[in-house]
């Protein structure tokens, strides 16, 4: 199936990379298997461009917006993450992470590619779980984190230029090991700004 629906969102997702696997359950959620060496990034040293992570992603309602999720990998390997993902194309694109760092902490972090990516550790977090959150403001994007889905830290502000074909969605990677699995739950779509960017409300 190369597009299915989700509760909650105002479009269809399709696969931009299919994945190794892939369930939708009665609760809603649904879950992304990354195969092996799988990951979405263009070294700022050597240009070397990787796209091999597979995402689900949609076409917004043009505006701003807000889109969230609680999201939980299987944390194997060095770099495995369930990630929240904006793209417009090969070369202007960005990602959220809940990542498993080389220090082997689960860590939010975030990617920026305009050209080449702009990665960036934020903070390590001790739980096997995360609220990620994409906030469209128009010519800009916000990304925050919050452990409970009620209190929200900032993590990066940026654009990406003129959103103009911009799509957004879920994906999984596993760039050094065999696969990682990401349970993506609590999807929550709303149309709307924030109110004060630094503080997430």
């Known amino acids: 199936m190369d597009r299915f629906t989700l509760a909650g969102l105002p479009g269809e997702l399709e696969w931009r990379l299919p994945p190794a696997g892939w369930a939708q359950e009665p609760d809603g959620s649904f879950s ?78 975030s990617v920026v590619n305009r050209g080449v990516s702009d990665d960036c550790n934020s903070v390590p977090v001790k739980s096997p779980s995360v609220h990620l959150r994409i906030s469209h403001l128009g010519p800009a994007t916000a990304f925050h984190w919050s452990p409970d889905g009620t209190r929200w830290s900032l993590v990066r502000h940026f654009s990406l230029g003129a959103p103009d074909g911009l799509r957004v969605g879920f994906s999984s990677q596993s760039p050094t090991g065999a696969g990682c699995r990401s349970v993506f739950s609590m999807v929550r779509f709303t149309p709307g700004a924030l109110r004060d960017l630094r503080s997430g409300e």
Not at 35 to 63: C, H, I, N, Q, Y
């Open 32 to 109: 992304i298997l990354a195969g092996p060496k799988t990951d979405l990034f263009t070294d700022p040293g050597t240009g070397v461009r990787t796209d091999s992570a597979p995402a689900a992603l949609f076409v917004p309602p043009k505006g701003p917006f807000l889109l969230s999720a609680l999201v939980q990998p299987q944390f194997r390997s060095t770099f495995d993450a369930a990630v929240l993902h904006a793209w417009i194309d090969g070369d202007r694109w960005a990602k959220l992470c809940f990542e498993y760092s080389p220090q082997r902490e689960p860590t939010i972090v």
